[in-house]
């Protein structure tokens, strides 16, 4: 029961987030990468993202993160590296860099760079297609 209430809010939540409206000055995503990159076979591949937010409206709380059906997490597939630079007083910009490695054929696939703000504001960056090669 205390699941089933935990997914009741949480689809609330999304519910919420997708409605919301987008504003630049909160949340703005700025994906690096290319849109199609083809990465030969057992190479390793890295996907760039900037989020650039007010840390006022946003909150310290900040989720940014590259996703396909899910977040990238698995530390024997995904190195990923963090850093934030403080622009102005209420400015932040936080990058976030994965690397893919050891590129096999199951990896094709779309990639995307989200941001979540601790308001609900959400921005994600464009579609990134990998297709392996080799
Ligand atoms: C932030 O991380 C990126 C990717 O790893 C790196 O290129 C950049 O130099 C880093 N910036 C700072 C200020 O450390
Ligand atoms: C990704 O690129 C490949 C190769 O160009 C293409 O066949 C495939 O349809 C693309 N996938 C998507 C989802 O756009
Ligand atoms: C590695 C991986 O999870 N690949 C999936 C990425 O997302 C596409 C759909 O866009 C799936 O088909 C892949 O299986």
Request: net charge neutral; with cysteine; hydrophobic share 35%.
């Amino acid at each position: 029961m205390i699941w089933l209430t935990g997914l009741k809010v949480l689809l609330w939540v999304t519910l919420c987030v997708s409605s919301a409206k987008e504003e630049k000055d909160t949340l703005e995503v700025q994906t690096i990468t290319n849109r199609h990159i083809t990465p030969a076979r057992g190479s390793s591949v890295k996907l760039s993202c900037i989020a650039l937010y007010d840390f006022k409206l946003c909150g310290s709380l900040l989720r940014v993160g590259w996703y396909n059906l899910t977040e990238l997490t698995d530390p024997r597939k995904y190195f990923t590296t963090v850093n934030e630079t403080v622009s102005d007083d209420n400015r932040r910009r936080r990058q976030v860099v994965t690397e893919i490695l050891n590129l096999t054929p199951e990896d094709n696939g779309l990639y995307q760079c989200q941001a979540r703000c601790d308001s609900g504001e959400t921005s994600p960056g464009h579609y990134i297609n990998i297709t392996v090669q080799g």
